[in-house]
């Protein structure tokens, strides 16, 4: 609050033209109050310069990038400071200040994003990934036509759900659909959310099996077997193709991990992602012609149901 007033009042007067140097101003603040502070840096730099430091993407202007300076340790030890953001960056695991930048501009993104559009839950980026992919084909065949934009944004995991649906109730009083994996995780929340938040809404909460008619589904069985196999077989490279191993017809995520596992094989974390997107490459070369005609019927129900 001192602040606020001393520099208000001041930076006309005794503290005309000077330069403010603040080291970390927004720590200890709600992120709304650091957004707050940061407007209030905008307005302020009519008169004074103003340079600060800061870990929290909620002080990094999305907007005005060319503003920020990445400061960081060099491989000789001397600290350097620079408008090339990805500078600096030797260790891949460690991305120090970026992180604060990548987050700011992903903040900046997703706020841009669902103004005015319709959000669908779902259980991880991969199946953001693949939904965006099979929605955008069926919109440019005239499937289907949402009134609005449909986004996909990831819980996390079925155990989120509730977190993510409650903050975007928040957001236009009306609770979001979702669709969720037929696996126990996902049916388990899927129960839990009857019960709490979506109780007198359940026909929002939605099971991927009812569209695959295969017990066990995940968002992958929606996929074309021939896309996730080619896939799978392109970027995990196993002695033993994929695609000697499939059986259609069940779920495929388990033959996936037993397909690594027998041959001694431990898939990393997240593994899915990085076929997700392939798979959303692959599909939008595709002429919807050029899919089984009852994978589109399945994709058509899933859509209209979601945005019903």
Not at 43 to 66: C, E, G
Not at 197 to 203: F, I, P
Not at 234 to 243: S, V, W
Request: aromatic share 6%; hydrophobic share 40%; net charge negative.
């Amino acid at each position: 609050m001192s602040f606020y007033l001393v520099f208000l009042v001041e930076s006309e007067g005794e503290h005309k033209n000077a330069i403010l140097l603040l080291d970390e101003p927004g720590l200890s603040l709600h992120p709304l109050a650091q957004k707050n502070l940061a407007l209030f840096f905008e307005n302020l730099s009519a008169t004074n310069q103003i340079i600060f430091t800061t870990h929290s993407p909620f002080l990094v202007d999305a907007d005005n990038l060319d503003k920020a300076r990445k400061v960081y340790v060099s491989e000789n030890g001397t600290t350097k400071a620079t408008s090339n953001l990805n500078e600096g960056e030797s260790k891949k695991s460690q991305p120090g200040a970026t992180y604060a930048l990548n987050s700011a501009l992903n903040l900046h993104v997703a706020e841009s994003l669902l103004i005015g559009c319709e959000p669908i839950i779902v259980e991880g980026p991969s199946d953001q990934y693949i939904l965006t992919a099979v929605k955008t084909l069926l919109i440019s065949a005239g499937k289907i036509k949402p009134k609005k934009e449909l986004v996909f944004p990831p819980s996390g995991g079925a155990k989120s759900v509730k977190v993510i649906s409650g903050i975007l109730l928040g957001r236009d009083d009306d609770l979001p659909a979702v669709l969720l994996d037929d696996d126990t995780v996902g049916r388990k929340a899927t129960q839990e959310l009857k019960q709490e938040l979506y109780k007198g809404h359940e026909s929002k909460l939605h099971n991927v099996a009812t569209f695959t008619d295969v017990p066990g589904s995940e968002i992958e069985d929606l996929v074309p077997a021939d896309v996730i196999v080619e896939a799978l077989d392109r970027n995990i490279r196993l002695d033993e193709l994929f695609a000697d191993t499939h059986k259609p017809g069940t779920p495929i995520v388990p033959q996936i991990e037993n397909w690594a596992a027998q041959q001694g094989q431990t898939l990393e974390k997240g593994w899915k992602v990085p076929i997700a997107i392939a798979v959303k490459k692959r599909l939008l070369t595709l002429d919807l012609n050029a899919v089984d005609k009852s994978i589109v019927e399945k994709w058509t129900k899933l859509f209209e149901t979601l945005i019903r």
